[in-house]
């Protein structure tokens, strides 16, 4: 254990400047969001088939046909998530977008009460309810401003309610599966999914620049298996709620790369709205009742998975 002292939190920290990537490389790419998405995912999926293979292909057999149809329904919602939220980068701000997409952490509190009836403690409520003032702030300040900013923000704090559907049902499902099993089907899916969506709108899937081609690798490989893979790993040694609390990181990279590459600089209402939501997600964070230690079933992980 003693060579691992070091190890997970310096994982951490380069799984949480991977993902910051995220809405930096969505942003630079000239195709639609369905397209991106689908890339995405499914060149993902492409890159976990080896150690699958080599690794977790035995557990296909011992899947019973409830949990895949759980992880079908969760790969829809990882779909929805990644389509809604990459379309909003087209109408608001980086910062924005990234920011209200934070806000998934305090959607599944209201998800895991209603499912599991899990309570939280006051103050961690009361974080929950600043976090919500926070979005409130945001959101006013970009539909004040003009523009399609306000819709930008819908289409993310819907993401962010997708996102918090494929969360909710990975964290049953992922005490049955290893993380790498798991993720393949809900990759695979989602990717096809969206080729599908894609394919329906009469929107093409091969013709884009080889620019693009290499934005859809990067985003595949830097926040995606590098990103998540990574923290979800790192969870076998470190609290999930201190992982959780370590992804806030993600929008203030996302913003200050946001301001070096495309001049996006936030404003007002943008600094004081996201501000609100970080020291609130924080805060319910640290003060959730439940406190999650590592190899717990809360924890979304279980022996055995690796990378």
Not at 150 to 175: H, P
Request: charged letters at 10%; aromatic letters at 14%; glycine letters at 10%.
């Amino acid at each position: 254990m003693s060579r691992f002292r070091l190890h997970p939190w310096f994982l951490m920290a380069v799984g949480v400047v991977f993902i910051s990537l995220s809405a930096i490389l969505v942003k630079l790419s000239t195709a639609p969001a369905t397209v991106i998405a689908a890339w995405r995912l499914l060149i993902a999926a492409c890159l976990m088939l080896p150690l699958w293979w080599w690794k977790h292909r035995g557990e296909i057999r011992k899947i019973s046909r409830r949990d895949w149809g759980l992880s079908f329904l969760s790969g829809v919602f990882l779909a929805f998530h990644f389509a809604l939220w990459f379309a909003s980068l087209s109408y608001t701000s980086v910062a924005s977008s990234v920011v209200l997409v934070t806000l998934q952490p305090v959607f599944s509190f209201v998800g895991a009460y209603l499912l599991f009836g899990e309570r939280s403690r006051p103050a961690a409520l009361a974080s929950a309810g600043i976090a919500m003032a926070g979005g409130m702030i945001l959101g006013w300040g970009d539909f004040a401003s003009g523009g399609m900013a306000w819709f930008g923000d819908s289409l993310a704090l819907a993401g962010a309610g997708m996102v918090t559907a494929y969360w909710l049902m990975g964290q049953n499902l992922r005490t049955r599966m290893s993380t790498v099993t798991y993720t393949l089907i809900v990759y695979s899916t989602a990717g096809l999914l969206l080729a599908g969506v894609t394919l329906a709108f009469g929107q093409p899937l091969f013709s884009y620049p080889s620019r693009d081609w290499w934005l859809f690798f990067l985003l595949a490989l830097f926040p995606t298996l590098l990103g998540h893979s990574l923290l979800n790993w790192v969870i076998r040694w470190i609290p999930a709620t201190t992982v959780s609390v370590a992804i806030l990181g993600e929008p203030i990279g996302a913003s200050l790369l946001a301001w070096i590459i495309f001049s996006e600089q936030p404003g007002v209402f943008q600094w004081i709205g996201g501000l609100f939501i970080i020291i609130g997600v924080y805060g319910f964070l640290r003060y959730k009742e439940t406190s999650e230690k590592p190899g717990t079933a809360h924890s979304q992980t279980r022996q055995g998975d690796s990378l």
